[in-house]
């Protein structure tokens, strides 16, 4: 600040004369009209309104005035706060609120555009199949059995009466745990849990198992060395063939709809008399039988297509199991599920069931449920 200046003359007093004032309050209105954020305003403020503000400095001199000019140009300064406070807040405000509306418009959320939502996986087709297989006997009071992969021979092999010199014993069809004498297989088949069914359970059975199954096979679009198997298993008194075929035609519809079954005699070491379980081609249902023009591809022109097998339960199976042949008989089943999906949702190659490609889930797991 000054010394007091007793020779008043305004001229000396630069800042104060009413020009110098209005020339600041018009510099900080322009500066103010011009700042397009609360960033830029806080400088103007700081600028034109803040402690070294050349209003501020400027009111400091008032006291080196004589005190007939004091109250002049302490008003005069006063009434210049005045007007670039109010023009400050009333700025603060437009600008807020353009800020504010900028920020709803940049940072608008559209809650209605598509997200790629987080993959999440999908069921494997394979196991949505299972589910749909091992439900249709559920839901006929039927209970799901289950069984190791790993295996004893025993019940892989001898206790379905496939003695130790089947051909599917050796090694080139079977996966054997460490050494061959460990006797320990990957299951071949699910039929181990027919003999298991059979060695746990109260009489009467009536149990599907699903499951994975191992064979020491090629890997190609009809082949994989690990694929799954649902097998069916009745015993019961009084069971016969006919009970067996009215259960396939059962479950054929459930999977397939209005599409015929078919058995042909064929051989299974635990069941007699044992059978191949066809479905009519579902794709020319046997339209291309006889007509040489039109083969079919997926059925060779045979009107059929090989589903899996069947049989009446051997008696010596039973009596290896420790039921009584005599009073008790009993039905089994099974099917490869991948060969199961291929029918019923047109998958043409078995590799992409293990490839583990989500697309194929979930491109098959809606049609497959
Ligand atoms: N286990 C047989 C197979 O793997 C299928 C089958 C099951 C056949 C039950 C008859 C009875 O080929």
């Not at 439900?135 to 092999?157: C, H, Q, Y």
């Not at 694929?227 to 009215?246: N, T």
């Not at 599409?259 to 479905?279: C, K, M, Q």
């Amino acid at each position: 600040m000054s010394g007091p200046n007793t020779n008043y003359d305004p001229v000396e007093v630069t800042p104060l004369t009413a020009e110098s004032v209005q020339a600041m309050v018009d510099a900080a209105l322009a500066s103010f009209a011009a700042a397009e954020t609360l960033a830029d305003l806080k400088s103007a403020r700081i600028a034109h309104a803040g402690d070294r503000s050349p209003l501020a400095l400027a009111n400091r001199e008032i006291g080196a005035l004589p005190p007939a000019a004091r109250k002049d140009a302490g008003a005069r300064v006063g009434k210049a706060r005045g007007e670039i406070q109010q023009a400050l807040a009333a700025r603060e405000a437009e600008v807020g609120a353009a800020e504010l509306e900028r920020a709803l418009v940049e940072e608008r959320v559209d809650v209605t555009v598509p997200v790629d939502v987080a993959p999440i996986g999908a069921v494997h087709p394979i196991t949505a199949l299972m589910d749909v297989l091992g439900d249709v006997f559920v839901s006929m009071g039927w209970e799901i059995a289950e069984g190791p992969e790993a295996e004893a021979a025993w019940l892989n092999f001898d206790a379905l009466n496939i003695g130790p010199d089947h051909p599917a014993r050796g090694t080139t069809d079977t996966l054997f745990v460490g050494d061959v004498e460990n006797n320990i297989v990957l299951r071949t088949h699910t039929s181990p849990v027919q003999a298991r069914s059979m060695l746990d359970r109260p009489l009467p059975i009536y149990v599907v198992c699903p499951g994975k199954v191992y064979r020491a096979d090629e890997f190609d679009a009809t082949h994989v060395p690990v694929f799954h198997q649902i097998e069916g298993l009745v015993v019961d008194k009084g069971i016969s063939m006919a009970h067996l075929v009215g259960t396939l035609q059962h479950l054929a519809k459930v999977m397939f709809g209005d599409i015929e079954i078919r058995i042909r005699p064929n051989y299974f070491p635990f069941t007699e008399p044992s059978a191949e379980l066809d479905l009519e081609c579902f794709v020319c249902h046997g339209a291309s039988v006889n007509d040489p023009a039109n083969p079919c591809r997926t059925c060779s022109s045979e009107g059929w297509i090989e589903w899996g097998g069947c049989g009446v339960v051997n008696p010596r199976v039973l009596t290896a199991c420790g039921i009584d042949a005599e009073v008790y008989s009993g039905f089994a089943f099974g099917m490869g599920v991948e060969r199961s999906l291929m029918f019923r949702n047109n998958a043409a190659d078995m590799r992409d069931m293990v490839e583990g490609d989500v697309r194929f889930s979930r491109s098959l797991v809606g049609g497959a449920r």
